[in-house]
Structures are given as C-alpha cells and as structure tokens.
Nanobody, 111 residues
C-alpha cells in the first residue's frame, strides 16, 4: 500500500518561494506518473502539476512558469518548487500517485 507524506508548507510573503516535498513509502520510478494537487475550502481539488511516466511535465495555467515539479526516484521523493508565490496560491497541497493522495501540507501566502 502506498503512503505519501508531504512537507515544506508554511506561511510566506508574496513574491517568495517554497519547496514542497513528498516522500513515498514505495518506488516512484518512471513507471508511474505523479502529480501535485491543491485545494482551498469550498473548492474542488485542482491538478496543478503532472509528471508523466516518461518524466514529461505539465502544469495548470495558474502556476505555469512559476512552479516546477520534479522527482528523485532514488529518494522515492517528489518535489514542487514554487516561486513568486501569490495570495491565490494559498491552499493545501497534496501529492498523488498510484491511486493515493497524501494528507497535504498547508501553504499560506500573505503579507
């Protein structure tokens, strides 16, 4: 059974950066696609970054050019580098793979 644990969230000011991590209990090698989602209260979960099985990446328009997703299969880890954060990026961020979501990490962007 896959278990995912995110970390790296926090309270930051607009324009700054954060790097989220997601550690998997099982292999996350390139056979598996992985994704980052985010959710705010009252809204549906939003897919913001996808790493496909061949390591191609795709991003939601709202984060493209600011966020970068990557994986380190040797560490069973997925990362989300978030730059130039905006208040509208405030959300709970979760990673996803093989049918499983992590519990999420809160990111709050506020001055």
């Amino acid at each position: 059974q896959v278990q995912l644990q995110e970390s790296g969230g926090g309270l930051v000011q607009p324009g700054t950066s954060l790097r989220l991590s997601c550690v998997s209990s099982v292999s996350i090698d390139s056979r598996y696609s992985m994704a980052w989602y985010r959710q705010t209260p009252g809204k549906e979960r939003e897919l913001i970054a996808l790493i496909s099985y061949d390591d191609n990446t795709d991003y939601a328009a709202s984060v493209r050019g600011r966020f970068t997703a990557s994986r380190d299969a040797a560490k069973n880890s997925l990362y989300l580098q978030m730059n130039d954060l905006k208040p509208e990026d405030t959300a709970v961020y979760s990673c996803y793979t093989r049918g499983t979501w992590g519990q999420g990490t809160q990111v709050t962007v506020s001055s």
